[in-house]
């Protein structure tokens, strides 16, 4: 059996808050004596009896620890000792507040890091992290699994408190207890977990607390070097610490110059490691032909035989695409469009070198701004009196590959996958034998990731590889996209490397339309101009970590060698080859607000209203209409009908008047019914979504599922599917008079007996064979969850939101007020599936008013204006809406002939309204 390890996260509460606090002239300032002040202290508490209870960091992330222990009651000893700590002798900053730390324990079967023994991913490791989003201060939230082997040693002045269940993102939904110390009480859980981009975790080694790495100016974790100088330069800061090499600002001595140095650490320069050497020379010899303007280009090195190995690179004055995303949103279509195109001549002059790049993505592409007369006129230009130019670069060569050379090579030793998995294509994470076309997917997924603030597979529950093999490319809501540049998109993205353009050069020429109106330089400037601290604008929740590349975030796009954005803003210096970020900025208002409001709201009333036609008449009347036609087809299905016949014929008014005889004919019924519909399911479960379907009898008794549940002999006599009154029926007299519907039915939602999910059917009468009475003999229907119409979302790139709503009345809660009125949320972008949300009365009210069932509704002319969705991301956003009843055509397969329905559900297309 594997060994249960015991993981535990701990950070500071507020740390953001706590350095803008701090006392300093500029950032720079602020950042070391938060580290002076908090950090260390902080990290000589965690180090404080860590070896005693077994236990070691495993890696940092700025003032967040993640830690291993061997047992679980050695690591809730420690953590309730670190807390007594910071509560009897605390972190106190110049203002008297007291610094506070919250911390997260879960054990499971630890998965070991493949490039690195000493490191763990997995789910497991993702489960405390994920723990530690509902923690504050002072607290010590632990898993299910911790809270049982806690409660089987009842340890001294140690309570467990169950908060309840919540749902971890990239987990499951799971219950959260408290462990409780020195008769403390529960103190409530943060209701909402921030989301924002989280930090990059650096793996170190434990040490005693007078050798911990010291701190870099932005929080991070670089390792000790004495070193002072390589060849003709001299080394100042440390700007980042990867697993193999240590990167450094330097400075020429004769000529006064800024370089990048990037060092090898010396415990991979002793007996052993000759081939690491070798291989970096190799590498060095390669990248350093290159020499192109849309790539940062290697100027100098040490030599084989030196007792240190270093690479001298360009030191660009610039901001990694990662990075202006986080800070101002998605981009525009032409400036996403012109980065990546001139990426993509970047890539084109590697390629024709016989290399490949391997780690393409945002934080490896970087802008920066030079005058006019310094590139050729092929960048981007800013007209006026200092005509710069905005250059995109490609950095970190140090992946390349030669074309020729299948082998891993040296970077396999600072890169856990060989690249970045959210950008990797289905064949990089297979072999490292790939060509440029891997290239131009990592190329595609980042030109997704500046258009739509993420990743494309940021919120897939499957692993990357996964996710990038098999997931469609999710629709892009952020930015509104013309069709063609989506087309380009989708071919960048090809799974198969023979559907992607052949060569990054035929990408630029396909993205060059779309560039018209660009203006890099502007953008720079916006960012360079900012001071301060800020949050990340980007639209979807990047909490989820991504189950390959463990407590990075799946955002997290920056290689191990990155310093930290809070330093490079602090000090202004500029970013060089390797180098990426961490953290956000506020969203930079418009100059002239109410213009570019009034235009936002004209483009909102021309697209919302198409938007929503397109998504009312299109893919899901064509996928209600799919149901019908299987439902009635096979409802007259002679073996279906003869079945169902068979088991009415059973049937008595009165249950007691039923014989022995009449049971054993029904069960040999059932049993040739439970045959038809497994058929019938596994038949048709690839044509048709459906959470399950179901047979009811002439009484209402369902007599047959597919798949299976304890439903099955329950009698839903009451439900609107079986009878089609409109609602499900309370009233004994009204039940017990209801019969099988008579013509194809949507049912108003209801709640189900088996899951309690909020559900809508689709239900069909069975007739009798060759009967030409109307009178059903039973119901045949499929269920769906609520959230589940998936197909509202397909093929929809623009920025608005598709919603479905349900304007009649339901029975999502039985015997209430509320149910008979109606504005139930069928489907919602960030809806849970099969679960309640409703319209505010106000807004279902205006929404009935204007009759949107009857002919001759115009959604244009009943555009909403400050719309307020229950499901609002952040809580009371408004939007703009626009809205489209939903009609259908089904072909009657009783009579021949196709019958049109209007459910009673509106499509709704909204987008928020800029703050």
């Given at each position: 059996?594997a060994?249960?390890k015991?993981?535990?996260?701990t950070d500071i509460?507020?740390?953001v808050?706590l ?8 950032v720079?300032?602020?950042d070391r004596a938060?580290?002076?002040?908090v950090?260390?202290p ?12 077994g236990g070691r ?10 830690l291993?222990?061997?047992?679980t009651?050695?690591a809730?000893?420690?953590a ?6 910071h509560?009897?002798d ?5 203002s008297g507040e007291?610094?506070e730390?919250?911390i997260?324990?879960h054990?499971g079967?630890p998965?070991?890091?493949?490039s690195d023994?000493?490191n763990?991913?997995?789910k ?10 509902y923690?504050?201060g ?6 299910r699994?911790?809270m049982?082997?806690?409660d089987?040693?009842?340890l001294?002045g140690?309570d467990?408190?169950l908060?309840g ?7 499951k939904?799971?219950p959260?207890?408290?462990?409780l110390y ?15 981009p989280?930090?990059e ?5 434990t040490?005693?607390?007078?050798g ?7 929080g ?7 070193l002072?100088?390589?060849g003709?330069?001299?080394l100042?800061?440390?700007?980042g610490s990867?697993g193999m ?8 001595t004769?000529?006064?110059r800024t ?17 690491i050497?070798?291989r970096?020379y190799n ?8 020499e192109?303007k849309n790539?940062?280009?290697?100027i ?13 690179m360009?030191y660009?004055?610039g901001?990694?695409?990662d990075q202006?995303?986080a ?9 996403a469009?012109?980065t990546i195109r001139q990426?993509?001549r970047g890539?084109?002059y ?9 780690d393409?993505?945002?934080?490896n592409l970087?802008l920066?701004v030079i005058d ?8 981007s230009?800013?007209?006026?009196a200092e ?10 060569l140090?992946?390349?590959l030669l074309a020729?050379?299948g082998?891993?090579r040296?970077t ?8 970045t ?12 034998s790939v060509?440029?076309?891997a290239?131009?997917y990592?190329?595609?997924c980042?030109?997704y990731h500046?258009?739509?603030?993420h ?7 499957l ?6 093999e098999?997931?469609?490319i ?7 996209l013309?069709?063609k ?8 993205m090809?799974?198969?490397?023979e559907?992607?353009?052949?060569e990054p ?5 396909a ?9 890099l ?20 929740d990047?909490?989820?970590s991504s189950?390959?590349?463990t407590?990075r ?11 930290t954005?809070?330093?490079l803003?602090?000090t202004?210096?500029?970013?060089l080859?390797?180098l990426g970020?961490?953290g956000g ?6 100059k002239?607000r109410?213009e570019a409001l009034a235009?936002a709201e004209?483009?909102a009333r ?6 929503a036609k ?17 439902l009635t087809?096979s409802?007259?299905?002679?073996q ?5 016949a068979r ?5 008595r008014?009165?249950a ?7 049971r054993?004919?029904?069960a040999?019924?059932?049993?040739d019914?439970e ?14 979504q459906?959470d399950s379907l179901?047979?009811?009898d ?5 007599v ?5 549940s ?6 839903y006599r009451?439900?609107d599917y ?7 029926l309370?009233?004994?007299a009204e039940?017990?008079?209801a019969k ?6 949507v049912s108003?939602?209801?709640r189900?007996?088996?899951?309690n ?6 239900s ?11 009178d059903?003999i039973?119901v045949?229907a ?18 608005a939101?598709i919603?479905?709503?349900d304007?009649r009345r339901d029975?999502a809660d039985e015997?209430t007020a509320e149910a008979?009125?109606?504005?139930l949320?069928?489907?919602?972008p960030?809806?849970?599936t099969?679960k ?16 949107p069932?009857?002919?001759g509704?115009?959604?244009e002319d009943?555009?909403?204006v400050?719309?307020e969705?229950?499901?609002a991301?952040p809580?009371g956003?408004k939007?703009?809406?626009?809205f ?6 089904y072909h ?6 196709d019958?049109?329905?209007a459910?009673?559900?509106v ?8 703050e």
């Open positions: 059996m060994e249960l015991t993981f535990l996260f509460c507020g740390s808050r350095k803008g606090a701090m006392t300093g002239r500029d720079s300032e602020r938060f580290i002076d002040t950090l260390r902080h990290r000589e508490h965690i180090q404080r009896n860590l070896a005693d209870r960091v495993v890696s940092t992330a700025g003032d967040g620890h993640f291993v222990f061997a047992t009651i050695d809730a000893l420690w309730v000792d670190v807390q007594r700590i509560r009897d605390p972190i106190e900053l110049p007291q610094v730390v919250r997260s324990i054990v079967v998965q070991i890091d493949p023994a000493t763990f991913i997995g497991n490791v993702d489960y405390a992290a994920r723990l530690n989003d923690a504050t002072g607290q010590i939230l632990v898993s699994s911790v049982a082997i806690l089987d040693v009842d001294d140690v467990l408190h908060h269940d919540y749902q971890l993102k990239g987990i939904t799971v959260v207890y408290e462990l020195d008769g403390s009480k529960p103190r409530p859980l943060r209701e909402r977990p921030k989301s924002g989280e930090r975790r650096q793996s170190i080694h040490m005693p607390v007078e911990l790495s010291p701190t870099t100016p932005g991070g974790v670089g390792l000790l070097s004495k002072q100088r390589v003709n330069y001299e100042e800061e440390l700007l990867g090499g240590d990167v450094y600002r330097a400075r020429h004769q000529f006064d370089r990048a140095v990037k060092v090898i650490k010396p415990q991979f320069l002793g007996e052993g490691h000759e081939d050497v070798r970096f590498e060095i010899k390669a990248v350093g032909k290159l192109h790539i940062v280009v290697a100098d090195s040490s030599a084989p035989s030196d007792l240190v190995h270093y690479l001298v360009e660009i004055d901001v990694g695409l202006l995303v800070m101002h949103g998605p981009l525009s279509v032409p400036d469009c012109e990426a993509a890539l084109q590697i390629h024709r070198n016989g290399m490949v790049h391997r393409i993505k945002p934080s970087m920066s006019n007369d310094q590139v050729h006129s092929d960048s230009v800013m007209e006026g005509r710069q130019r905005g250059v995109v670069k490609i950095l970190d140090g992946l390349a020729q050379d082998q891993d040296l396999r030793y600072e890169n856990r996958a060989m690249g998995g959210m950008y990797m294509s289905p064949e990089q994470w297979k072999t490292t060509d440029i076309r290239d131009i990592s190329l595609g980042s030109l500046l258009l739509a603030g990743p494309p597979f940021a919120d897939s529950e692993r990357p590889e996964k996710a990038h098999k997931s469609a999710p629709p892009i809501r952020a930015t509104s013309p069709r540049l989506w087309d380009v998109i989708r071919k960048m090809a799974k198969r490397p559907d992607r353009y052949a050069d035929e990408v630029a020429a993205l060059l339309p779309f560039c018209e109106g660009h203006n330089p502007a953008l720079f400037h916006e960012f360079e101009d900012y001071d301060g601290d800020y949050e990340s604008r980007t639209p979807t990047p909490a989820a189950r390959a590349e407590w975030s799946r955002w997290s796009t920056g290689s191990t060698l990155l310093p954005r809070r330093w803003l602090g202004g210096v500029p970013i080859m390797a970020f961490a900025a506020l969203w930079l208002l418009d002239s109410e235009r004209a483009d021309q697209q919302l209203p198409a938007t397109t998504a009312a008449h299109a893919n899901l009347p064509k996928a209600i209409s799919e149901r019908f036609d299987l087809r409802a007259a299905d002679p279906l009908q003869g079945i169902v088991i009415n014929a059973t049937r008014d009165d007691d008047k039923e014989t022995e005889e009449d054993q004919q029904r040999e019924a059932v049993k019914l045959a038809w519909i497994k058929d019938f399911g596994f038949r048709n479960q690839d044509a048709v459906a179901f047979v009811n002439v009484q209402g008794y369902q047959s599922r597919f798949p299976k304890d439903s099955i002999g329950k009698n009451d439900r079986f009878h089609g009154k409109g609602r499900n309370t009233d004994p039940i017990a008079a099988p519907i008579s013509d194809p039915r108003a939602v209801y189900s007996t088996t899951t999910n909020l559900k809508v059917a689709f069909v009468p069975i007739l009798a064979e060759g009967s030409a009475d109307d059903a039973g045949l499929m269920s769906l969850n609520v959230a589940q119409f998936q197909v509202l979302e397909e093929g929809f790139t623009g920025s939101e919603v479905l709503i304007l029975s015997d008979s009125e109606g504005g949320i069928l489907h919602h960030r809806q849970t099969g309640r949300a409703r319209l505010a009365d106000t807004w279902r009210d205006a929404i009935r008013a204007t009759h069932l009857e002919p509704f115009r959604s009943h555009f909403l400050g719309y969705d229950p499901l991301e809580q956003q939007y703009w809406a626009a489209e009843p939903v009609r259908f055509t009657n397969a009783a009579t021949g002939e019958q049109e329905m459910p009673g559900w499509v709704l297309a909204q987008k928020p309204i800029p």
